[in-house]
Every structure is written in C-alpha cells, then in structure tokens.
Nanobody, 122 residues
Framework: QVQLAESGGGLVQAGGSLRLSCAAS????????MGWFRQAPGKEREFVGF????????DYADSVKGRFTISRDYAKNTVYLQMNSLKPEDTAVYYC???????????????WGQGTQVTVSS
C-alpha cells in the first residue's frame, strides 16, 4: 500500500511560483499513476493533472495547461507539482492521489494525501 503526504504549500503573489511535493511511502510507488486535485472553498474537488506510472506525460486541466507541470522522482518516491504564473483562482487545498490508472476522475485513485493549502494573493 501507498501512503501520501503533501508539502510545499503557502502564500504567494499572483504571477509567482510554488512547487508542491507529494512523498509516498511503500515499495509499490512505481506501480501507481499519480494525480493532483484541488478544492477551493465552497467548490467541488477538481482535477489538476496526472502523470503515468511510467513517468510519461498524462493530462492536465485546461485551466493549468502551460503553467503547471507534474514530474516524479522514483529514487525519492516523490511526485512534484510545479506551479508557475499563479493566479488568485488557483487558491485551493491541493491533494495528491495514487491509483492504478491515471485519469481525470477522482474515483480512479484509491490513495489520497491530507492536502496542502495554496493561497495566491492579487
């Protein structure tokens, strides 16, 4: 089984950058696709992007394409979400998730982290 822990959230000005990390425990990390989701206050959780178990390119939400990049480091059992050109509407709690198949759908993932807050000020 895989357990996930996000870090790297914080407060940043619009136009700035943040890199979130998701550290995974467990020897089967390399078998999982890894996704990122976010949830803003009063809104439903929404898909951000995912990377395949192979590390190959997955998919991104249209709202973050060209600004956010997901990568994974198998040696460190860690997945990263690099966020550039941040906007106030990116403010949310960000969650990483692990599942056998990457997709835009949250029910494809069976392991979730506790989330990390990202706040973008205007």
């Amino acid at each position: 089984q895989v357990q996930l822990a996000e870090s790297g959230g914080g407060l940043v000005q619009a136009g700035g950058s943040l890199r979130l990390s998701c550290a995974a425990s467990g020897r089967t990390f390399s078998n999982y696709a890894m996704g990122w989701f976010r949830q803003a206050p009063g809104k439903e959780r929404e898909f951000v992007g995912f990377v395949r178990w192979s590390g190959g390119s997955g998919d991104y939400a249209d709202s973050v394409k060209g600004r956010f990049t997901i990568s994974r480091d198998y040696a460190k059992n860690t997945v990263y979400l690099q966020m550039n050109s941040l906007k106030p509407e990116d403010t949310a709690v960000y969650y990483c998730a692990a599942g056998p198949f990457g997709s835009r759908w949250s029910n494809s993932y069976d392991r979730w982290g506790q989330g990390t807050q990202v706040t973008v000020s205007s």
